[in-house]
C-alpha cells in the first residue's frame, strides 16, 4: 500500500511538472532557500526573438572585452551559437543594435563590487540582467519586484583573476556559463537545489562540471531548459 502511494505521488508529480513545461531539475536564476527547505525562484525571461526564425536572438557588443576575454570571445559565443538550442548569438554591426554588452573591467571596479578575492571565493565573471522597465536585476528582492521580462543584459569579466590559475577551457565556459545566464538560466550546482550530477547529467550552468575541464559547449541540460523554458 505504501509502495502504490509513493509511486502514485512519483506520477502526479511528473504529470504537473511537463503540464507547467517545467522539469523538476530546471533551474532558476533567481531562488531561495526558505528555512523550510523548500525553494522560491523567480521565473525570468529573455524576450527577444527573430521574427523569421522564432529562435532567441543575442545580439552581443563584444568591443569592451581586453586581454584573454577577447581572445575567446567568438568560440564562446560560437558554443552557444552551434548548438541545438533555439537561440541565435551573433556579433553586433551597425545595422544590428546590441541588446547584450560586454566588458574587461578595471581591477578596481572588481575590487570596488565584489571584495579583495581570497583562495577560498573569487569572481571571475558576472551577469546583470535588465527588464522591460529598465531596472537591473542583481539579487532575488530585486528579481521578485521586475517586470520578469529581459530585454537587455551586461556582463563583466574579472580583469585580473588572483589565486585561479585560468586555462584557455576556463575563460571558454566561463564566458558559455554567462552567456547562459543571459537566457535567464541558474546555476545547477547548488546542493538545496536539484543540484545536477557531473557525472550523469553534465552542465556548464554548474561549477562542479566547469572545473572539470571537459566541455566547454552548452550539454543537454541546457539545451533541455532553454526549450522547456521558451516553449519550444
Same mark, same amino acid.
Not at 98 to 114: C, D, G, I, K, M
Not at 126 to 150: E, F, M, P, R
Given at each position: 500500500m505504501q509502495k502504490k502511494l509513493v509511486s502514485l505521488l512519483f506520477i502526479l508529480t511528473m504529470v504537473f511538472s511537463f503540464a507547467l513545461n517545467v522539469y523538476a531539475s530546471d533551474h532558476e536564476m533567481y531562488y531561495k532557500v526558505n528555512s523550510s527547505g523548500s525553494v522560491s525562484t523567480v521565473p525570468l525571461r529573455w524576450i527577444n526573438? *527573430?521574427?523569421? =526564425?522564432?529562435? +532567441?536572438?543575442?545580439?552581443? %557588443?563584444?568591443?569592451?572585452l581586453s586581454g584573454n576575454w577577447s581572445t575567446n570571445y567568438d568560440t564562446a559565443r560560437s558554443a552557444w551559437h552551434s548548438s541545438a538550442a533555439p537561440v541565435e548569438f551573433t556579433t553586433s554591426s551597425s545595422l544590428? &543594435? $546590441? *541588446?547584450?554588452? +560586454?566588458? #574587461?573591467? #578595471?581591477?578596481?571596479?572588481? =575590487? *570596488?563590487?565584489?571584495? $579583495? $578575492?581570497? +583562495? @577560498?571565493?573569487?569572481?571571475?565573471?558576472? @551577469? %546583470?540582467?535588465? %527588464? @522591460?522597465?529598465?531596472?537591473?536585476?542583481? @539579487?532575488? %528582492?530585486?528579481?521578485? &519586484?521586475?517586470?520578469?521580462?529581459?530585454? +537587455? &543584459?551586461s556582463i563583466y569579466f574579472n580583469p585580473k583573476p588572483v589565486y585561479m590559475s585560468m586555462s584557455k577551457h576556463d575563460y571558454i565556459v566561463t564566458m558559455t556559463h554567462e552567456f547562459g545566464h543571459v537566457l535567464c538560466l541558474g546555476h545547477s550546482h547548488d546542493p538545496k537545489y536539484n543540484p545536477a550530477d557531473p557525472t550523469t547529467d553534465p552542465s556548464i550552468m554548474s561549477y562542479t562540471y566547469m572545473w572539470m575541464e571537459k566541455n566547454y559547449a552548452p550539454q543537454n541540460h541546457e539545451i533541455g531548459e532553454v526549450k522547456r523554458f521558451y516553449g519550444y
Open positions: 526573438k *527573430n521574427s523569421s =526564425t522564432g529562435r +532567441l536572438k543575442v545580439i552581443i %557588443d563584444p568591443v569592451y544590428t &543594435a $546590441p *541588446n547584450v554588452r +560586454l566588458a #574587461t573591467t #578595471t581591477e578596481s571596479y572588481w =575590487t *570596488n563590487r565584489f571584495g $579583495p $578575492p581570497s +583562495l @577560498t571565493y573569487e569572481v571571475i565573471g558576472v @551577469t %546583470d540582467v535588465v %527588464d @522591460t522597465n529598465g531596472s537591473v536585476i542583481t @539579487t532575488y %528582492d530585486s528579481a521578485a &519586484a521586475s517586470s520578469k521580462q529581459i530585454k +537587455l &543584459a
